[in-house]
């Protein structure tokens, strides 16, 4: 017999399982678990499982160290920190709280200009997105006024979501955008809450004023 | 009958230490990627697919608006990964992985463990702990506990999958050590674009170039000490971990170096929380976690190099008996940085320190050469001892 050398790749009859060299399916099976771990197995979990955390009367949430908002008693906070719950990595920029079906979020960042030039920046920038979540505002905005005297603007808006109200407004070179989106029919005590939580809304330092009054 | 005079004995023993080692260690041998029978190979091409699937998807849903951020990231850290290329390459200069392997490592690092693994999986969890522990907690300790696992294990596996894809080349942990540390830099390299794409939309999208470019600057500042660090150590531990021809089984100190990159990458994403948001101390973990990472990778790069240059040793000593190369050259080409730095200041002037550095260079080849060939003289083996002689003349 002479001395054949194995060819590169060839796998040994004896070696294999169904065709596949039975060396690789060990490590091949770890790192497709694993993988598979990562891919479906955490998220399905955490899809599967409900955040339970109801917004308690007096409560506040806080956005960055900016702006506060107070949830509607009932409401589910799904995103977000309470005022003076926050740790040393601060409180983040966006909260989201839920209720029947109608999501209400609430953004703080950086901006220079007025709430009807931050109004325009969002629109332009839904338009631009053209991705499923991005929303199309109907017709003209008008002026809203918060219960701390705060000065925004406000219009109707559609998405694949659903149809809702946004709202911008600027305090201090802080640009604050407020949605809430939901079902085409709300109930009155939903649409009672939304208009609270809006009128809510105000600079860190209003809510600190009006905490020590 | 004639017996062997010692000289020949010598020789004999030496040249066949050397064609033992060239086979245990891989140098040179070739990697097909034609292997339909190989499970990790198709474990691999599915992760990486869809990683570049996604890639396709979120650069289609980004481009309309933030191209020009996009665009921009993109090219400052694609002009980022050349010299962490060029380092890598340099390190692995004793049996060097091939191309192909590398190249395969930092696809896997860019776009399988970043979108298919730890995209999903970090979201996941950190959603979990928001749920189980509340939101504060998760902002606080959701990345520290999240990363370390999906990010650290998903780069592990990329070198796990190319341990048994390239099984001749990837032969002890000083190859998992490199292959680990192209893992790293993909991923570092994706993620960090990643990074600066999603701060593109900071302050309602108004400077999108100008929130990028500061995310650019602090990935920058910090990306050698991070991902291409922490897969290097990992990888080395998977080696460890499993075993080959040519590295014996430690998997206690396996664990202990993947462990160490874990815990690594874990202080690193928790300065801000492990210091009560002190600004201060922050700062002061942030430079002890990168001192901290320097030692351990090049503790690790100390602990596995030996086996390379005990390779590089053992394949050029007949050269030195049969006067090709002297003692001093075997010592700097089998020796550390310092060895070939000795070597060259030892000429005299500027032209015989270069002709030293050129010198070593040429045996290089020849060691390269002989290991491709299995030990054997080849035409290519014969040219790379004439140029040897060639530039000792000079």
């Known amino acids: 017999m002479t001395g054949l050398e194995t060819p590169t790749g060839w796998v040994p009859v004896e070696r294999r399982l169904f065709g596949i060299d039975r060396r690789t399916l060990l490590p091949a099976v770890l790192v497709a678990a694993f ?38 008693a009932g409401w589910n906070i799904e995103a977000g920190i309470r005022q003076g719950e926050a740790g040393p990595t601060g409180n983040p920029k966006t909260a989201q709280v839920v209720h029947n079906g109608v999501t209400f979020t609430v953004t703080a960042d950086s901006f220079d200009g007025t709430p009807a030039e931050l ?12 991705s499923d979540s991005a929303l199309t505002i109907d017709g003209k905005s008008s002026t809203f ?12 808006f ?41 009128e809510s809304v105000r600079p860190l330092d209003a809510a600190t004023e009006a905490g020590a009054a | 009958m004639s017996a062997t005079t010692p000289s020949q004995q010598g020789r004999t023993a030496a040249v066949e230490a050397r064609e033992a080692v060239i086979a245990a260690s891989g140098w040179g041998n070739r990697v097909s990627w034609l292997q339909p029978r190989n499970a990790c190979l198709w474990v691999y091409v599915v ?26 990231s993109a090219l400052i850290f694609a002009g980022y990964t050349i010299p962490f290329w060029w380092f890598t390459t340099r390190i692995d200069r004793y049996s060097r992985q091939p191309l192909s392997v590398v190249v395969a490592a930092f696809v896997y ?29 998760a902002q606080d300790w959701g990345a520290g506990l999240a990363a370390p696992f999906f990010e650290e294990l998903g780069k592990g596996a990329g070198v796990l999958l190319l341990l048994f894809i390239a099984s001749s080349v990837i032969r002890t942990a000083y190859d998992g050590f490199i292959v680990g540390a192209f893992v790293g830099l993909g991923f570092e390299i994706i993620e960090d674009t990643l990074y600066a794409l999603n701060s593109a939309p900071d302050g309602f999208g108004t400077d999108q170039i100008g929130n990028s470019l500061h995310t650019v600057v602090l990935r920058l500042a910090t990306g050698f000490t991070s991902h291409i660090a922490y897969a290097a150590i990992f990888g080395a531990g998977v080696v460890f971990i499993v075993g080959t021809v040519a590295q014996r089984r430690r998997p206690g100190l396996g664990l202990a170096l993947c462990a160490t990159a874990m815990v690594l990458h874990f202080v690193w994403d928790s300065t801000a929380a492990l210091s009560g948001g002190n600004g201060f101390a922050v700062l002061f973990m942030m430079i002890g976690c990168v001192v901290l990472t320097l030692v351990a990778v090049v503790s690790v790069f100390r602990l596995t190099v030996g086996a390379e240059r005990h390779a590089m040793r053992t394949v050029l000593t007949p050269e030195v008996e049969s006067g090709i190369l002297t003692d001093e050259e075997l010592d700097a080409l089998a020796g550390d940085g310092r060895a070939r730095r000795r070597y060259r200041r030892h000429g005299h ?36 001892r004439s140029e040897l002689e060639r530039l000792l003349v000079q």
């Open chain 1, 35 to 72: 993988a598979a771990l990562a891919f479906w197995g955490v998220p399905a979990l955490n899809a599967a499982t409900d955040l339970d955390d109801p917004v308690r009367a007096g409560d506040v949430i806080q956005l960055s160290d900016s702006v506060t908002f107070a949830p509607a």
């Open chain 1, 119 to 130: 109004l325009e920046q969002i629109r332009d920038t839904s338009d631009a997105e053209h």
């Open chain 1, 145 to 156: 006024t918060t219960t701390s005297g705060e000065h925004g603007v406000i219009a109707k």
């Open chain 1, 158 to 198: 559609s998405a694949s979501s659903g149809i809702g109200v946004l709202a911008a407004f600027v305090f201090d070179g802080v640009g604050v955008e407020v949605t809430a989106y939901g079902p085409t029919t709300i109930d009155a005590p939903t649409q009672a809450d939304i208009i609270a939580m809006l």
């Open chain 2, 47 to 72: 992760l990486v697919g869809y990683g570049l699937y996604y890639t396709v998807t979120l650069v289609r849903a980004e481009t309309p608006l933030y191209a020009p951020a996009l665009g921009l």
């Open chain 2, 109 to 137: 690092g860019g776009f399988a463990a970043t979108w298919t693994i730890a995209l999903h999986g970090n979201s996941a969890i950190i959603g979990l702990y928001s749920k189980w522990f509340g939101a504060s907690f």
């Open chain 2, 349 to 384: 002037g500027h032209r015989d320190r270069a002709r030293r550095h050129h010198r070593l260079e040429a045996g290089h080849d020849l060691a390269d050469e002989l290991a491709r060939s299995g030990g054997h003289d080849s035409d290519r083996v014969l040219f790379a």
